[in-house]
T-cell receptor, first 115, second 116 residues
């Protein structure tokens, strides 16, 4: 069965600093991996998606993530944090072996950006 | 193209009542999934509908049900509401063209349900 673990429920960085949000997954088959962002009182917005085409995935708003099979990780990074990046971030895995839209989410990481 | 829309955005109900939430997917999307989001349990998958058929179900009691119409619009129903059903209910749609998983799910803004 697939599962996702996000290390750190709360991350705080200064504006302009590197953002690193950690995600580890467990999957018995090659996974599809996603990062979503949620702003207060809103739904989830897709940041990026890994589909095995390339291990380094670039997303919107300057975010990127690297798939590392040996470490079963899919960490999200951004070189320079902006105040508008403050939000909750979710890593998710999709079952790649069956025809389903089901996503399994991590518990989320709240990113705080200090001026 | 319009995004996923959910109605109503906010609902207040009392214990024992039932509630119906509506979701309109992105035009052309054939799959609709529902998720429950709570501070304690996080985001949990409820069920997925494709071509008016439920093709996947999460671990929720039978009080939670759903359906999909021929135009891909979906509704979910919760009967005999409990205090613990208070949550943000999110709907997501996808094209569902892939033979395997990995379709991108596009989420709506959610319906905030409060049970008193």
């Amino acid at each position: 069965a697939q599962s996702v673990t996000q290390l750190g429920s709360h991350v705080s960085v200064s504006e302009g600093a590197l953002v690193l949000l950690r995600c580890n997954y467990s999957s018995s088959v090659p996974p599809y991996l996603f990062w979503y962002v949620q702003y207060p009182n809103q739904g989830l917005q897709l940041l990026l998606k890994y589909t095995s085409a390339a291990t380094l995935v670039k997303g919107i708003n300057g975010f990127e993530a690297e798939f590392k099979k040996s470490e079963t990780s899919f960490h999200l990074t951004k070189p320079s944090a902006h105040m508008s990046d403050a939000a909750e971030y979710f890593c998710a895995v999709s079952d790649g072996s069956s025809n389903t839209g089901k996503l399994i989410f991590g518990q989320g990481t709240t990113l705080q950006v200090k001026p | 193209k319009a995004g996923v829309t959910q109605t109503p955005r906010y609902l207040i109900k009392t214990r024992g009542q039932q509630v119906t939430l509506s979701c309109s997917p992105i035009s052309g999307h054939r799959s609709v999934s529902w998720y429950q989001q709570t501070p304690g349990q996080g985001l949990q998958f409820l069920f997925e509908y494709f071509s008016e058929t439920q093709r996947n179900k999460g671990n929720f009691p039978g009080r939670f049900s759903g359906r999909q119409f021929s135009n891909s619009r979906s509704e979910m129903n919760v009967s005999t509401l409990e205090l613990g059903d208070s949550a943000l209910y999110l709907c997501a749609s996808s094209l569902a063209l892939a033979l395997t998983g990995g379709d991108t799910q596009y989420f709506g803004p959610g319906t905030r349900l409060t049970v008193l």
